[in-house]
Each structure stands twice: as C-alpha cells, then as structure tokens.
C-alpha cells in the first residue's frame, strides 16, 4: 500500500491562508529580451523580494506559527546556511518569541548579520567536517527549543510551495516550472502545488554541477550522498537530498539541470544589466539554466523561481565584476 504524500495541494493552500498577510505576495516578472534569448514566455517569480530576501520566509512563519503557545514561550531553533535563518529569526520576532541559529562559519557576512539584526543568537560550525542535523538536533534538546529545519518539515514544505501557487495564480496555466534545488523542500512544495493544479506540467529541478546529490538520486531511485560541494551557490550546498523532500521529489519533479559557477554569475549579471534585479547565486540558478540552454524541450510557457537575492555588494561586485 502506497503511503500518503507528507504534503498535498490542500496544505499548501492551508498555508497560503497561514501567512497571508505576513509573507509578501511578490512579483512576477516578464522580459521581452529574455523570451527572445531562451525561446519561449517566461514568467519570473520574484521570492528575491520575499520578507529576509528570500522564499525561505514562507515555509519557516508556516512551521512557526502553528507551534503551541508553549512551544512559543520556550523558543525555536533552526540549522541554515543563510537564508532559512533569516526567516527563523524574522518569524520568531514577528511570534513574539527568540530564536538560536546554528550557521556554518563560512556563511556570508550579509546573512549573519541580517540573521542577528532580527534578534538571532548565532552558534557556529563547520560545514565541511560537522553535521549541522546532529549539531542542531543537540542545540535544540539541550535548550528545550522547538527544532525547525531547512526543508525535513511538512509545514516549511508546504510553506515554501505557496511560491508556485502564487505564480500559477498569476501567470495562469504553464507548460514547465524550473526550481532551484539544495535540500529540496522549495522543489517538493512547488512540484506538489504546480501538479495538483496543471497535471500535465513539466517540473525541472538545478543544480548546481558541484552539487548534483539530488540528480544522482533520482538517477539511482534513492538518497545518495556526495562530499559536500564547494560551489558559488552557497544555499544549494547540500550533500544529499532530505528523506521527506526527496520522498516528493521523487514522483514529481520530471528532470534535474546542472549549471557551472560561471553560468549562475553570467545569469547574475543579466539579472543585474537586463532585469535590473539583484539575485544571490542560489536565487539565480534556474535563470542560470534557460540562459545557458540547459532545460531540455523548452515547451512554450515556463515558470522560473528566482529564489533569493541576499548578497551583498562586495560579494557581488566579487562574483560579477568584469
């Protein structure tokens, strides 16, 4: 007997209702240039101009709001490389309670700060020798702290696939969605909402070519494990995909595109001259793969997912500078 999906439609539109109001509906954005580069219509959903500056908002004030008064008093905790600590931090200030962040030591000035600048205290580690779930699991039991993680939550997975939802909404019936993949949970809430409303539409997962965990699994029919990457596209820096988001990934989403640190700063750049918006490299990715012919079959109406845009501008400037 198949098990029921962790997620369906229905609770991603729960949690559209949950954070209606808190979350920002963003934009969609069109580029006649863009259409003509990549060779179809394009539809941009803009999660760069999400609350913390990325889509990560949705699923943490989903997954923290439905805590017990209880659970609130005492505090949550969460692991991240940046931007889901942001949003932990932000939704706890916006709950009225404290949260405790492990990030790895290396992650961007910008997102630290951002992440303390909501009230956050930081605890760090090694993202190349420790194991941020062990670390943070222990964090959370020692303090009594409610755990919310990255993507390994229905409710931050459902949160997070309001994003398609969203644009779907907006943009109407599309032939193809393109979503940047780390953990898996932005994928597995946008797969899981595109396919319930659109049948019939194609889900394309990037990731980055040093990190391509979740490409080797759906190639394998299970989770495989690689060394954790080393790649521009800090946020997608997984070493292998999550138990729960891959138990979605692996019925929804129809093919995973690899892109090169220099095609995501190429995409970065045109984001920046064409779109004039600003991405991070993880929130370029899916740009990255239309602009660099990686999405085979290019139907004629696509949907990208610009994930995030927390980069500051040294770091931009770094990456993108001619």
């Known amino acids: 007997m198949t098990p029921p999906p962790p997620v369906t439609l229905d609770d991603v539109r729960a949690a559209a209702e949950q954070i209606k109001g808190v979350a920002h509906r963003t934009?969609?954005?069109?580029?006649?240039?863009?259409?003509?580069?990549?060779?179809?219509?394009?539809?941009?959903?803009?999660?760069?101009?999400?609350?913390?500056?990325?889509?990560?908002?949705?699923?943490?004030?989903?997954?923290?709001?439905?805590?017990?008064?209880?659970?609130?008093?005492?505090?949550?905790?969460?692991?991240?490389?940046?931007?889901?600590?942001?949003?932990?931090?932000?939704?706890?200030?916006?709950?009225?309670?404290?949260?405790?962040?492990?990030?790895?030591?290396?992650?961007?000035?910008?997102?630290?700060?951002?992440?303390?600048?909501?009230?956050?205290?930081?605890?760090?580690?090694?993202?190349?020798t420790g194991d941020r779930v062990a670390i943070g699991e222990a964090l959370a039991a020692e303090r009594g702290l409610a755990l919310i993680p990255p993507y390994e939550h229905p409710q931050v997975i459902a949160g997070q696939g309001t994003a398609a939802l969203e644009l779907i909404e907006e943009a109407g019936p599309l032939d193809a969605l393109v979503v940047p993949v780390?953990?898996?949970?932005?994928?597995?809430?946008?797969?899981t909402a595109a396919t319930g409303l659109l049948p019939g539409i194609r889900v394309v997962g990037v990731e980055p070519a040093a990190g391509d965990d979740t490409k080797r699994s759906l190639a394998a029919g299970e989770r495989v494990a690689i060394p954790v990457p080393r790649t521009i596209a800090d946020g997608q820096a997984a070493d292998i995909p999550g138990e729960l988001t891959f138990s979605v990934n692996r019925r929804l989403v129809d093919s995973i595109a690899l892109v090169t640190d220099?095609?995501?700063?190429?995409?970065?750049?045109?984001?920046?001259?064409?779109?004039k918006t600003v991405l991070e490299p993880s929130g370029a990715s899916a740009l990255a793969a239309l602009l660099a012919g990686r999405v085979e079959r290019l139907p004629r109406r696509v949907g990208v997912i610009l994930s995030g845009g927390n980069i500051d501008t040294r770091r931009f400037a770094e990456l993108c500078g001619r």
């Open 182 to 191: 780390g953990g898996g949970g932005l994928i597995a809430g946008s797969a």
């Open 262 to 275: 220099d095609e995501i700063r190429d995409a970065m750049r045109f984001a920046f001259e064409r779109l």
């Open 27 to 128: 934009p969609v954005l069109r580029s006649r240039t863009l259409d003509a580069l990549v060779g179809a219509e394009v539809h941009l959903k803009c999660e760069n101009l999400q609350r913390v500056g990325a889509f990560k908002f949705r699923g943490a004030y989903n997954a923290a709001s439905r805590l017990s008064p209880d659970q609130l008093a005492a505090g949550i905790a969460a692991y991240s490389s940046g931007n889901h600590a942001q949003a932990v931090a932000l939704a706890a200030r916006e709950l009225g309670t404290t949260a405790v962040i492990l990030m790895p030591e290396d992650t961007p000035a910008s997102k630290r700060e951002a992440a303390v600048g909501y009230g956050a205290e930081i605890v760090t580690y090694d993202r190349y």
